[in-house]
């Protein structure tokens, strides 16, 4: 095999493990990886703003909007409007948001960044600089992309990157 197919089966293989992992979070929790992120971010900062979060975990606002929309339909965050300034809404988890949490399963990069923190800085730096070039190869440097593992959310945001 050549190495660039090398090189493509591996990516492939990481896909999957993506796609497998999000299937079960999905399965066990009803959430997605970015609605796992977001509600973990609003646990850890009471009161955030959308604005806020999405600096956090590195969506754009519209995406992190639309994400908050379905929680919020789902009882899972509640907004509420500042009396003071009426332009700013924060966040807070509802009971049934912070349920959720308790009972949501690892993210798959929790694992992957145990593993990828017991390497070297010198491989560390290494595994970071191949995945740049291979984003940017793959010319997906602009793409809105969070910190988090998951196929639906990455899919979202190159569509939305499209629009």
């Known amino acids: 095999m050549e190495k660039y197919e090398e090189l493509l089966v591996s990516i492939r293989k990481v896909i999957r493990a993506i796609d497998l992992h999000s299937k079960q979070l999905n399965k066990l929790s009803g959430l997605t990886g970015p609605q796992l992120l ?55 988890l509802s009971e049934k948001g912070r349920n959720s949490l308790i009972d949501a399963p690892q993210l798959l990069q929790e694992h992957f960044i145990s593993q990828f923190c017991n390497l070297a800085d010198w491989e560390q730096s290494l595994l970071l600089s191949s995945m740049q070039r291979i984003a940017t190869m793959m010319d997906a440097n602009e793409l809105d992309a969070a910190p988090v593992l998951e196929l639906n959310s990455m899919h979202m945001s190159a569509v939305q990157h499209k629009e």
Not at 41 to 46: D, F, H, L, S
Not at 47 to 54: K, L, P, Y
């Open 38 to 92: 977001i509600l973990q971010e609003i646990a850890r900062i009471k009161g955030v703003t959308a604005s806020q979060v999405a600096k956090q975990i590195n969506l754009s606002a519209a995406t992190v909007t639309n994400i908050l929309d379905r929680l919020e339909n789902r009882g899972l965050i509640e907004r509420v409007r500042s009396s003071e300034d009426k332009r700013r809404v924060s966040l807070y």
